[in-house]
């Protein structure tokens, strides 16, 4: 191999090329055996090359890094060699100019930073309360039985909390009248097709620009409303409109809204999305299921509401949505793309190649994670704590610098509002188990996706 093939780097970084997943079609590539069943066809080429090989969606070349010593090159890696921002420039009709992944990494750095005092843990006990509220509204809203969308019921039931959390009270009341509704519109903006084609001029898109333009529309009224009274608040919205780039700029309305909608979309999406799955691996893991009612009843014995502190003595349900992130990651790719060449274990990955790491793939490793496809939450308590063999063996909220911000707000969140439900209701699943939605950019189960549910004869603690 010849080092004018790859002027960026040296002639000793340069032992031999990735290798080739099997199969494909001429020109097409593994698209079609992709679009069926993604994960099956990446676990294939791991079984045949190991933790790095490469493969073609039509004219596109990708490379899989998959397994703890590859995660750690592909997370460890610099923004100016593997670049999130040339992959998720789809997200720009969503998100909005000027902000997130229209922005250079720095200063989307920077705009990212001004929420974390939002996140503060007095907030976060604040928080806590709020998830209680509203979980408890809408379990009373259930009734006494009946048959649940549990896709549909996850979203709503996590915009409201989110709203309320990271937005405030003024956005939650928004919820009902308009927010709800625009929101679910932007949601649906994140496909496949516009993964290729953000500003393909099909009526999904056009619904999703005209659901942004509502979506700023009542942010921007929230934040005149603020603005007259003077007052300042803990959210994220009040943690924007005081914050200062380092230039000593204020945020603009437009910037203000477009990150809000990026830190929603992380907080709110994938969590409805991880809630959803918990929920249908726990209806049948009765025994499980059990075992967290006890510690329910354990925990809240001399508690009348839910705090931070009761949540984080509920390991058992932590554990349940650690497993469920590893079963069934809402995002099962995480792509950048090589703008510079680099080496791995002796292979190169050339500039222009799409790097990815699935987590649906690595969480299936049996080396890393026994007996991969079983639903057992106790792998991550003691003794066996088998994500702990390594930082990236869990990576459902991604790693490095680019790790969710929000992980810890996204497993309280699913905590507290399933501890409301599975403390009043019982749960019933349908006879074959749903089948992953891979048509959709954050992976659910197939709708309509229905349970039933009655209410449990046993008091709930809660009351």
């Not at 691996?281 to 354990?298: G, Q, V």
């Not at 497993?323 to 080496?343: D, W």
């Amino acid at each position: 191999m010849e080092l004018k093939q790859y002027p960026d780097l040296n002639a000793t970084d340069i032992v031999s090329p990735m290798p080739h997943l099997s199969g494909g079609w001429p020109l097409l590539g593994h698209l079609r055996a992709f679009q069926q069943d993604p994960v099956a066809l990446l676990i294939q080429g791991v079984v045949e090359h190991g933790d790095l090989y490469q493969f073609k969606l039509g004219p596109k070349r990708f490379a899989l890094f998959s397994g703890p010593t590859a995660h750690d090159a592909y997370f460890g890696a610099t923004d100016d060699q593997l670049d999130p921002k040339s992959v998720y420039r789809f997200t720009v009709p969503i998100f909005g100019r000027g902000v997130a992944y229209d922005v250079a990494p720095e200063l989307m750095t920077e705009q990212l930073g001004f929420l974390f005092p939002a996140l503060r843990q007095s907030n976060m006990a604040r928080f806590a309360s709020i998830m209680f509220d509203e979980a408890s509204r809408f379990a009373d809203r259930m009734g006494s039985e009946g048959e649940l969308d549990l896709p549909v019921a996850m979203n709503q039931l996590t915009v409201n909390i989110a709203s309320r959390c990271l937005l405030g009270e003024e956005a939650r009341r928004e919820v009902d009248v308009g927010f709800a509704a625009a929101y679910h519109e932007l949601q649906n903006g994140i496909n496949t097709i516009g993964f290729f084609f953000p500003r393909l001029p099909i009526p999904s898109h056009r619904r999703r620009d005209q659901a942004r333009e509502k979506v700023v529309e009542i942010f921007g009224r929230i934040m005149a409303e603020r603005r007259a009274t003077g007052m300042e608040f803990e959210d994220f919205m009040g943690a924007l409109m005081v914050a200062r780039y380092k230039s000593g700029r204020p945020l603009t309305d437009d910037e203000i809204s477009g990150i809000l909608l990026t830190a929603l979309f992380a907080g709110q999406h994938t969590s409805a999305v991880l809630s959803t799955w918990m929920g249908l691996e726990l209806a049948r893991a009765s025994s499980y299921l059990e075992r967290i009612r006890a510690e329910i009843r354990d925990v809240y014995a001399a508690e009348d509401s839910m705090t931070l502190e009761t949540l984080n003595q509920q390991q058992l349900i932590e554990n349940a949505v650690r497993e469920s992130e590893r079963l069934h990651p809402p995002l099962i790719l995480l792509i950048r793309k090589v703008v510079r060449s680099l080496t791995y274990r002796g292979h190169v990955i050339p500039k222009g190649v799409l790097a990815m790491v699935s987590p649906a793939v690595s969480h299936r490793l049996e080396k890393i994670f026994p007996a991969p496809e079983l639903f057992d939450p106790d792998r991550f308590a003691e003794p066996r704590n088998e994500d702990k063999q390594h930082q990236y063996a869990l990576v459902g909220f991604g790693g490095g610098k680019h790790r969710c911000m929000g992980k810890n707000f996204a497993i309280m969140q699913i905590k507290a509002l399933w501890t409301v439900l599975l403390d009043r209701f019982d749960f019933s699943v349908p006879t074959t188990f749903p089948a992953p939605n891979y048509g959709s950019w954050v992976t659910g189960p197939r709708e309509p996706c229905r349970v039933g549910y009655k209410i449990r004869e046993e008091a709930s603690v809660f009351r």
